[in-house]
């Protein structure tokens, strides 16, 4: 994408000026800047003091030089290509986006989960599977046989001892699982909620996710620090399990482990036997990793490591003997460092709507919502009965006409609510009333978005100036790139220069001396 110098969304903007009141301050050709635009332009510029005469001056010639640019642009009717209409239309969706986000909750949102991650949990589970769409019968009936056995473990069984038993009984439909590393944004939200709130050996209530009901039990809970970067030289595994293929393996893994403590080169064993292809050849090196990102194994060797240049003996792993030597220690990753990966990892999965609860909230009191839980009642004993994407649903809940919000002064009855589930079925849960939820959720905030979308101008008087500055910097960058930027550099500036005197005869210029000479009475 093209960079466009004068293309900064900053949006808060440090003049007033009369939306009535706003005179003409230059003519370039058949194009007219008005005050709001040049005062737009100015703000932008940190070095321009509008109330001192010369830079005021200065600003009004660079203002002058822009616009003769962007006229010569429009007479090679750049504007009209496909490349420009293209790249137009991406920088609107850029700019709409960033009307449609509230970036301060959302960094208290990334916030909250990047401080979470400092902490690693242990945790067993034991998880009641759903039907793949369950309605409220359903749901009672797995959930009754989850808090029985809840039941019984408050009541003094051995959760391993129960979770154990009910997996390997083919007629339960149980699971029962043992996660050594969870790490936030990896775990269904219910389940990671749940996890997080309890002490180091407590037992949570049965929980519902998206395959069923789960009872958590926290093993440990524990910090997680440092990253280490590694080299390692992988001695493969045979694929026979003939003991004495292994012992030739590890004999193997003990000659190359052996020249290294005789002083051989780390890095060129690493290249001469290492059957790691992707790191043999940069010496074995791996990138940088913390815990539950390597086999267990491999991990406990590698971070019993104190010393850069220490080096392990052979460690067996099912891939292999490994012999691992530590490069580089780091501490765990600044807040600036993990912000990006945590705001794409919510935007795509479920923490959706915790990353964009602020806006949302925020953007519905600002437009005046209002819920009608009876409306949604009516939907939600009918999801009881059918699950939201069945055909059966459909029929019924179009016919259901009572307002299920206001907005805006408008309302929105149930129909089209479910007009939007049957175009957009978004939602991945499995239970009826979950699915409902969260289509709702969803409702809402199209509405709110759309809604945004229909009245930016006239709620947000500057995303005409932006839209404005978007389309005559595209201009400038394609023409000034055209007769200047592609020719030899030492050719520019006599370029430019012939350039202009050209553009000063082509085209004529008034300046209204008048308003800039009142200018103050414009600004705050």
């Given at each position: 994408?093209?960079?466009?110098?004068?293309?900064?969304?900053?949006?808060?903007f440090?003049?007033?000026?009369?939306?009535?009141?706003?005179?003409?301050?230059?003519?370039?050709?058949?194009?007219?800047?008005?005050?709001?635009?040049?005062?737009?332009?100015?703000?932008?510029?940190?070095?321009?003091?509008?109330?001192?005469?010369k830079?005021?001056?200065?600003?009004?010639e660079?203002?002058?030089?822009?616009?003769?640019?962007?006229?010569?642009?429009?007479?090679?009717?750049?504007?009209?290509?496909?490349?420009?209409?293209?790249?137009?239309?991406?920088?609107?969706?850029?700019?709409?986006?960033?009307?449609?986000?509230?970036?301060e909750?959302?960094?208290?949102?990334?916030?909250?989960?990047?401080?979470?991650?400092?902490?690693?949990?242990?945790?067993?589970?034991?998880?009641?599977?759903?039907?793949?769409?369950?309605?409220?019968?359903?749901?009672?009936?797995?959930?009754?046989?989850?808090?029985?056995?809840?039941?019984?473990?408050?009541?003094g069984?051995?959760?391993?001892?129960v979770?154990?038993?009910?997996?390997?009984?083919?007629?339960?439909?149980?699971?029962?699982?043992?996660?050594?590393?969870?790490?936030?944004?990896?775990?269904?939200?219910e389940?990671?909620?749940?996890a997080?709130?309890?002490?180091?050996?407590?037992?949570?209530?049965?929980?519902?996710?998206?395959l069923?009901?789960?009872?958590?039990?926290?093993?440990?809970?524990?910090?997680d620090?440092?990253?280490?970067?590694?080299?390692?030289?992988?001695?493969?595994?045979?694929?026979?399990?003939?003991?004495?293929?292994?012992?030739?393996?590890l004999?193997?893994?003990?000659?190359?482990?052996?020249k290294?403590?005789?002083?051989?080169?780390?890095?060129k064993?690493?290249?001469?036997?290492?059957?790691?292809?992707?790191?043999?050849?940069?010496?074995?090196?791996?990138?940088?990793?913390?815990?539950?990102?390597?086999?267990?194994p491999?991990?406990?060797?590698?971070?019993?490591?104190?010393?850069?240049?220490?080096?392990?003996?052979?460690?067996?792993?099912?891939?292999?003997?490994?012999?691992i030597?530590?490069?580089?220690?780091?501490?765990?990753?600044t807040?600036?460092?993990?912000?990006?990966?945590?705001?794409?990892?919510?935007?795509?999965?479920?923490?959706?709507?915790?990353?964009?609860?602020?806006?949302?909230?925020?953007?519905?009191?600002?437009?005046?919502?209002?819920?009608?839980?009876?409306?949604?009642?009516?939907?939600?004993?009918?999801?009881?009965?059918?699950?939201?994407?069945?055909?059966?649903?459909?029929?019924?809940?179009?016919?259901?006409?009572k307002?299920?919000?206001?907005?805006?002064?408008?309302?929105?009855?149930?129909y089209?609510?479910?007009?939007?589930?049957?175009v957009k079925?978004?939602?991945?849960?499995t239970?009826?009333?979950?699915?409902?939820?969260e289509?709702?959720?969803?409702?809402?905030?199209?509405?709110?978005?759309?809604l945004?979308?229909?009245n930016?101008?006239?709620?947000?008087p500057?995303?005409?100036?932006?839209?404005n500055?978007?389309?005559?910097?595209?201009?400038?960058?394609?023409?000034?790139?055209?007769?200047?930027?592609?020719?030899?550099?030492?050719d520019?500036?006599?370029?430019?220069?012939?350039?202009?005197?050209?553009?000063?005869?082509?085209?004529?210029?008034?300046?209204?001396?008048?308003?800039?000479?009142?200018?103050?009475?414009?600004?705050?």
């Amino acid at each position: 994408m093209k960079k466009i110098f004068v293309l900064m969304l900053g949006l808060n903007f440090c003049f007033a000026y009369s939306q009535i009141d706003d005179p003409i301050v230059m003519t370039v050709g058949d194009m007219e800047v008005p005050l709001s635009e040049f005062l737009f332009l100015a703000q932008k510029d940190g070095s321009v003091n509008l109330l001192n005469k010369k830079s005021r001056n200065n600003y009004v010639e660079l203002v002058k030089n822009f616009k003769l640019k962007v006229a010569d642009a429009k007479s090679l009717r750049i504007q009209e290509s496909l490349l420009f209409q293209q790249e137009l239309a991406s920088h609107q969706a850029q700019l709409i986006e960033g009307y449609l986000s509230d970036k301060e909750g959302e960094t208290q949102a990334i916030r909250q989960v990047y401080e979470r991650g400092k902490e690693i949990l242990s945790l067993s589970h034991i998880m009641f599977k759903l039907p793949e769409k369950s309605l409220p019968k359903d749901t009672l009936e797995v959930f009754n046989k989850a808090n029985e056995v809840y039941k019984r473990i408050l009541a003094g069984e051995d959760f391993e001892t129960v979770g154990k038993a009910l997996d390997a009984d083919e007629n339960s439909e149980a699971i029962f699982e043992d996660a050594d590393y969870v790490f936030p944004l990896q775990a269904f939200r219910e389940l990671e909620e749940a996890a997080y709130a309890l002490h180091e050996g407590g037992i949570s209530a049965p929980v519902r996710t998206l395959l069923g009901f789960h009872i958590i039990r926290l093993n440990r809970k524990y910090a997680d620090t440092n990253r280490i970067q590694v080299a390692h030289i992988l001695i493969q595994s045979p694929e026979s399990d003939d003991p004495e293929d292994d012992q030739a393996l590890l004999a193997r893994a003990n000659e190359v482990y052996g020249k290294m403590k005789n002083g051989e080169d780390f890095g060129k064993l690493a290249v001469e036997y290492s059957a790691d292809e992707q790191t043999r050849e940069n010496g074995g090196v791996l990138p940088f990793f913390g815990l539950g990102a390597m086999v267990l194994p491999f991990e406990q060797a590698a971070f019993a490591l104190e010393n850069i240049g220490d080096v392990t003996e052979p460690v067996q792993t099912r891939y292999g003997y490994h012999i691992i030597k530590l490069v580089g220690k780091r501490d765990y990753p600044t807040f600036e460092e993990l912000e990006y990966a945590i705001y794409m990892a919510m935007s795509q999965g479920e923490w959706k709507h915790e990353l964009y609860k602020v806006f949302d909230e925020r953007q519905k009191e600002k437009l005046g919502y209002t819920f009608y839980q009876e409306a949604y009642n009516e939907l939600l004993r009918l999801s009881d009965d059918y699950f939201p994407t069945d055909d059966e649903f459909y029929s019924r809940a179009n016919q259901l006409d009572k307002p299920l919000m206001r907005m805006n002064e408008q309302d929105f009855p149930q129909y089209e609510f479910v007009d939007y589930m049957r175009v957009k079925p978004i939602s991945l849960k499995t239970y009826s009333g979950d699915f409902l939820h969260e289509q709702y959720q969803l409702f809402v905030r199209e509405i709110i978005t759309k809604l945004i979308q229909l009245n930016l101008e006239e709620g947000y008087p500057e995303f005409s100036q932006l839209m404005n500055e978007c389309h005559d910097g595209i201009l400038l960058f394609e023409v000034s790139n055209t007769r200047i930027w592609e020719k030899p550099l030492e050719d520019q500036a006599r370029l430019e220069q012939e350039w202009m005197k050209e553009l000063n005869q082509k085209y004529k210029v008034v300046i209204n001396r008048k308003v800039l000479n009142n200018i103050k009475k414009y600004l705050k």
